[in-house]
């Protein structure tokens, strides 16, 4: 019985020591691989991101323009609805 576990501590102690080596050189590149892959994924959200925001931007000046003309026309165009009302439909 003595002797059993006498083999089994070194039995044990490369198992421990093979895991460390296999985990060393599969985990490790796995991991590398991930965090490049999120570096990635992160640039093309960014990306993403600032085409949206430049969308945006150019979505509110067209905003701009046509609250200008709204504005500065307002009255002109209330004319010319009216104007509309008063022709025959014939």
Do not use: S
Not at 15 to 37: D, F
């Amino acid at each position: 019985m003595a002797n059993d576990v006498l083999l089994v501590i070194p039995i044990l102690g490369i198992c421990v020591g093979m895991v460390a080596v296999i985990g060393n050189q599969i985990v490790k590149p796995w991991l590398a691989h991930r965090e490049k892959r999120m570096e990635l994924e992160a640039r093309i959200v960014a990306e993403r991101a600032a085409q949206y925001a430049a969308n945006t931007g150019r979505l509110e000046e067209r905003v701009r323009v046509l609250e200008r003309i709204v504005t500065d026309r307002g009255i002109d165009v209330a004319d010319q609805i009216e104007q509309l009302r008063d022709v025959p439909l014939n």
